[in-house]
């Protein structure tokens, strides 16, 4: 049979110990809330920001348990309207087509901050400018962001795509440059004509950056994910951001990180893949996120684009930037 507390001392260890526990149940953190990001490519350096994040704990600090989908899915921003992804990687372009279709979809932080596609040819082409290309076959995969990038540049020279030859090559372009099939490829600044060079191979780089001003690739959410949880956005915003800043001021400690999601990676490879991650590095600022702060997106580059695919018949309308464009989510300079 229990005794009864019947001395004070024990009444007040009793009520203690009550308070204690309601505490610590109080103190308790929640669970994590799991978000998923559609990487839309295979594990890679260019995805730096969410692997430091991950690494840091820059998510685990915003209560926030993140997997990485790597399934090169062409209905990425599909599935993230329809909220079977919380966020995806994509490119602007890619944003404004989805929603000139009635696909619900918003950029919420841009990792690209430069348009980062680049034409790309062997320096003894005699290749310099786009109207170097009159006569030329040019490859690249005939779709997406690197053809909106040689549309766009070779009407911004004044050369017609007839003088032109586009040959579609998939995503060989390396391959096909080197074996002469094509006199010059369109791929990312930040990839090609690095590989290119760590073969051996001297490049001339067009720039895309130096004739438009486009929108590159970010992060993207749909409407219902901005109405459903704009909280849980505003932490992964918040984590992405610090995931920017700690690769830019310590790339090599980033590098690190990445290598812990590329363990198939040769001495060669990593050294080829260190120098891709400092040539992504420097896609990620521009004059705009100077002035405004890392991460966000100039307005006027998605009316540029817009106007842009509209007039090369890429998009049949146009959708207010107030949609396409969420920033309030980033964090003031």
């Known amino acids: ?40 490519y295979i594990p890679n350096v260019q995805f730096a920001p969410w692997y430091v994040a991950q690494e840091r704990g820059y998510f685990r600090e915003e209560g926030l348990e993140v997997k990485f989908d790597y399934r090169m899915d062409i209905d990425a921003l599909q599935l993230v309207a329809a909220g079977q992804l919380d966020l995806a990687v994509a490119g602007g372009d890619q944003v404004i087509t ?21 034409i790309v040819a062997k320096a003894d082409s005699g290749i310099k400018s786009p109207r170097d290309l009159i006569g030329k076959r040019i490859g690249l995969p005939l779709y997406g962001t ?32 080197t074996a002469g099939k094509v006199d010059a490829v369109v791929g990312f600044a930040n990839n090609e004509p690095v590989k290119l060079r760590a073969a051996g191979q001297a490049v001339n780089v067009i720039a895309s950056w130096d004739y438009l001003n486009l929108v590159g690739h970010g992060l993207v959410t749909g409407e219902g994910q901005l109405k459903r949880s704009p909280e849980l956005l505003r932490k992964m915003v918040r984590a992405t951001q610090k995931g920017m800043r700690y690769a830019l001021d310590e790339p090599d400690q980033t590098f690190a990180i990445c290598l812990k999601y590329l363990p198939e990676l040769g001495r060669d490879q990593q050294r080829i893949e260190k120098q891709v991650l400092y040539e992504s590095l420097k896609l990620w600022e521009n004059d705009y996120t100077r002035q405004h702060g890392l991460g966000r997106s100039d307005p006027k580059a998605w009316d540029e684009s817009q106007r842009l695919m509209l007039e090369l018949g890429l998009i049949k309308k146009t959708t207010p930037v107030r949609r396409l464009l969420q920033q309030q989510f980033l964090e003031a300079r």
């Not at 007040?12 to 990487?39: D, E, H, Q």
């Not at 009407?155 to 096909?176: F, H, N, R, W």
Request: proline letters at 8%; zero cysteines.
């Open 146 to 177: 690197n053809l909106l990038a040689i549309k766009a540049i070779l009407k911004k020279a004044g050369v017609a795509e007839s003088q032109v030859q586009l040959v579609d090559v998939g995503y060989t372009q390396i391959p096909s440059l």
């Open 1 to 40: 049979m229990m005794k009864k507390l019947s001395s004070p001392w024990a009444l007040g260890m009793l009520l203690l110990a009550v308070l204690l526990g309601a505490a610590s149940l109080g103190l308790a953190k929640p669970r994590p809330r799991t978000l998923t990001i559609g990487m839309t």
């Open 98 to 118: 989805a929603r000139a279709q009635g696909i619900p979809v918003s950029y919420l932080l841009t990792l690209y901050a430069k348009f980062p596609p680049a």
